[in-house]
């Protein structure tokens, strides 16, 4: 019998729209440092999220735009970038997605184990989640950038919060946001929602969803579920999850 007891959380896009409100500005104010004539807007960024990782990107742009950085520059721009970042999540620019407190609480009144599963780095998590969430952390562990050698899409980050929660597949549910995200969790076997942040994602056609919702609702907004499970109240909330884990957990997991 499936029932719920661990959920792993996504950060940028999933808890809370961070990229375009915080990541972006900051790119931008760190290029300035360094006299680079680059200047990000909303859809070169977005773009540019095909590449998992701030070095990365860097680096990808600067190639495709003939302007080859050497590794050392690339880690320089970045930790200025991730100096940036910090302070603008500290003007409280960034909030979570409406919906995710009121979620993430339930679930741990219920008990049920939750964690942070991201390609953030550890200063940029252990930062935003003080703020997010000033009464106390709900989060049992944290996997970042820091922590794994490969990242997402490579099923690695999944696979060690599998190995360290010890939570069966099929009692675990995954919220993401990017194609490169739910390739990680679903190449790591585990059942995951999409749940898309602000940033417009097109799902690769080969990936195969079994729910999809664009909004958690709440008492007076009805949630809205794209495929998955009924709702049994307007929002989803732990008797969702746990249907949903009932509904293809047999027959996949």
């Known amino acids: 019998m499936s029932f719920l007891k661990g959920v792993y959380w996504d950060l940028d896009g999933t808890l809370a729209n961070t990229e ?5 500005p900051a790119f931008n104010l760190a290029f300035d440092d360094f006299g680079l004539n680059w200047n990000w807007d909303s859809a070169n960024y977005i773009d540019l999220l095909k590449i998992n990782g701030g ?33 603008t999540i500290k003007t409280n620019a960034v909030h979570l997605k409406k919906g995710v407190k009121r979620l993430i609480f339930e679930l741990y009144d219920k008990k049920v184990r939750q964690f942070i599963v991201t390609s953030s780095s550890r200063k940029q998590v252990d930062l935003l989640i003080e703020y997010l969430f000033p009464e106390f952390n709900p989060f049992e ?41 739910i390739k990680s ?11 898309p942040s602000n940033i417009p994602t097109v799902i690769d056609k080969e990936t195969e969803l079994d729910c999809i919702i664009g909004s958690l609702g709440d008492l007076n907004k009805v949630a809205n ?29």
């Open 20 to 24: 375009i409100e915080a990541h972006l």
């Open 55 to 87: 070095k990365n990107r860097i680096s990808y742009y600067s190639k495709i735009i003939d302007e080859s950085l050497t590794d050392e520059l690339v880690i320089r721009i970045h930790e200025k970038k991730q100096f940036y970042y910090l302070e």
């Open 141 to 181: 562990f944290i996997i970042s950038s820091d922590d794994v050698k490969y990242h997402k899409p490579n099923p690695l980050p999944y696979l060690k919060a599998k190995k360290l929660s010890g939570i069966e597949n099929n009692n675990s549910i995954v919220f993401e946001d990017s194609n490169q995200g």
């Open 185 to 195: 969790s679903l190449a790591a076997n585990l059942p995951t929602i999409y749940f």
């Open 225 to 253: 579920v794209i495929k998955g499970p009924k709702l049994i109240k307007n929002y989803i909330d732990y008797s969702f999850l746990n249907n949903f884990l009932i509904s293809i957990c047999n027959a996949k997991y």
